[in-house]
């Protein structure tokens, strides 16, 4: 576990977002399982979710994001040195989806890398770019969340299959021109002993000494889940604004990953940070693991909630199990 403030350049210049165009609504799963609108509201407050198309993928939904991105804040991507792209559903295990980004958005000349962090994933590729941007080899990095959770979702789990959808949310992260950063702190902790209470099956056949399935789908054990999130996220939320020296009233936002409304909620309580003051992507949007909380993030910036000099707290946690924390001070003005 590491927390601590934070020696950064770093600023967000730039955020889009995209979601695909199907909705899936909680009265459509009630004809795919045993379920029900009230029974999946009362328990994760989530109303309907984002499908991909049978031909849209990872990339396709990152690339979208980055169009809005490029289109909202007339931004020059030519010029990037290092994509980033944090995503559980990747294309292809290679080329890695931050290769084909640089493709399709004709950025001539510049790393690229995915990472694997769930839902953690979009935050542990903001905390890699400010080390990046910090020790110089960088001055410009795209930092991609993007899933399609659905095309690994199983459709006859009621536990599992209310839960998720697919999304990409985007943002610019470069070296301040005065050096003087707007990244605070930072916090990172797994828990890879109860990693097995949220998994995607893939090349191995057991995982903590269980048997897994081999179909490639998400499985989870809620239960344990929600009891690791609702303990450790408000511990480790509490950790970072005491490490900032921020009293929780003095923060603006916080931005979680979102899971479940619940879980934002008990969080919000133990914390002392009223949900007035919690952004979500949850209900509309589902669980979008890494690009829940560019999309909450996002949703905040266009309707002008999110103003700049804002102090906000984004923090993932989900698969691994694995949290990374970052605070910093918004700059973009709403577009």
């Known amino acids: 576990m590491t927390t601590s ?12 977002s995209y979601v695909p165009e199907q909705v899936l609504r909680n ?10 609108d009230e029974w999946i509201v009362q328990r994760t407050g989530i109303r309907e979710r984002r499908i991909s198309a049978p031909e849209e993928y990872a990339s396709d939904l990152a690339v979208a994001a980055v169009r809005d991105l490029e289109h909202r804040y007339l931004a020059r991507l030519s010029d990037i040195d290092y994509i980033i792209v944090a995503t559980s559903t990747p294309d292809t295990v290679f080329p890695s989806v931050a290769s084909r980004v640089q493709h399709a958005c004709g950025i001539v000349s510049a790393g690229a890398v ?13 905390q890699l770019a400010s ?15 993007t899933e399609t959770l659905s095309k690994i ?14 999304g990409a949310g985007a943002v610019l992260v470069e070296a301040a021109a ?72 003095a923060l603006d936002w916080l931005i979680p990953h979102s899971a479940n409304l619940r879980i934002l909620e ?38 002008g909630r999110v103003q700049p000099g ?20 918004w700059t973009l003005e709403p577009r």
């Open 266 to 303: 008990s969080v919000s309580e133990r914390t002392g940070i009223d949900m007035t003051r919690v952004l979500e992507s949850v209900v509309h949007y589902g669980n979008t693991s890494a690009a829940s909380i560019p999309l909450a993030l996002d949703l905040a910036v266009r309707d």
């Open 131 to 145: 080390g990046l941007l910090l020790s110089g080899s960088c001055r410009k990095i795209l930092v991609i969340g």
């Open 5 to 16: 403030r934070m020696q950064s350049n770093a600023v967000i210049t730039a955020i889009g």
């Open 27 to 36: 009265a459509d799963l009630e004809r795919m399982v045993d379920t029900n």
């Open 114 to 126: 995915d990472i694997q962090a769930a839902c953690a994933g979009f935050v542990s590729g903001l």
């Open 153 to 166: 979702t199983d459709y006859t789990d009621r536990s599992t299959c209310i839960l998720f959808g697919d």
């Open 310 to 329: 804002q102090l906000l707290l984004l923090y993932g946690f989900g698969g691994g199990l694995t949290q990374s924390g970052l605070l910093l001070r």
């Open 178 to 249: 005065d050096g003087a950063g707007a990244f605070i702190a930072s916090r990172s902790a797994t828990d890879g002993a109860a990693g097995h209470h949220l998994y995607c099956s893939a090349l191995s056949d057991n995982i903590g000494g269980q048997p897994i399935a081999t179909e490639r789908r998400i499985v989870q054990n809620g239960r344990e889940v929600y009891k690791w999130a609702v303990t450790q996220v408000s511990g480790g939320v509490l950790e970072l604004l005491e490490t900032a020296g921020i009293e929780p009233p």
